[in-house]
């Protein structure tokens, strides 16, 4: 039997099995889209938090800058490390031209 004659055997309503595989496909589709789109929301939120996460530790180094270099701090330390001290008014120079 020729293949022709074979499928005239199966009275096979065409327009019917042509919708019935768009909706299959457009069905898979749609799962595969939404797939995408829950492992593109997982890794947004893992980006939230590593952000999250940065902010809070440029906000401590901030604040540890800001301790570190306090005038006060720092005078504290040329005192101690340095021996150095604020010069009185007879021991400042001033240079004419």
Known sequence: MKLKQYLEQFDIN???LLLA???IISAVS???AK?????EFIQL???EKQRDLLNEEWGRLL???STWGSP???EQQV???LDMIVPKADMTVVIKR
Request: charged share 25%.
């Open 35 to 39: 797939h995408l789109n829950r492992n």
């Open 79 to 81: 005192r101690s490390r």
């Open 14 to 16: 065409w327009p019917l």
């Open 30 to 32: 749609v799962i595969y």
């Open 72 to 74: 006060s701090r720092v």
């Open 45 to 47: 939120q893992q980006l």
């Open 21 to 23: 595989l768009l909706v």
């Open 63 to 65: 604040l540890e800058e």
